[in-house]
């Protein structure tokens, strides 16, 4: 399994970005797919997470509203669409995978890893 991660930039606070996250080696039928970002200083924290076959998603709380996971299965791709940005979301995104359906906020449970894509917010 290969993940690549793309989109990140210097935005300002407020505005948007669409991170994306190719995924190839296999099929993901069976797989949960999340974002997870890891900021200067402190350790990789969960962002979201979307179940490959229905979509169903879960946020942690401080991205919900301003953050939508979604899945595109004709193309393998992830996104990750980050709307009302702020300068506390600043960090290196990355995306990963987990070969079982149930969604988790847990790092150590995904099994597969982006080389990761940097959001920098300016306020």
């Known amino acids: 399994v290969q993940l690549r991660a793309s989109g990140g930039g210097l935005v300002q606070a407020g505005d948007s970005l669409r991170l994306s996250c190719a995924a190839s080696g296999r099929t993901f039928s069976g797989y949960a797919m999340g974002w997870f970002r890891q900021a200067p200083g402190k350790e990789r924290e969960f962002v979201a997470a979307v179940r490959w076959n229905d979509g169903s998603t879960y946020y942690t709380d401080s991205v919900k509203g301003r953050f939508t996971i979604s899945r595109d299965k004709s193309r393998n791709t992830l996104h990750l669409q980050m709307n009302n940005l702020k300068p506390e979301d600043t960090a290196v995104y990355y995306c990963?995978?987990?070969?079982?359906?149930?969604?988790?906020?847990?790092?150590?449970?995904?099994?597969?890893w982006g080389q990761g894509t940097l959001v920098t917010v300016s306020s």
């Open positions: 990963a995978a987990k070969p079982r359906i149930i969604l988790s906020t847990i790092r150590l449970e995904y099994d597969y």
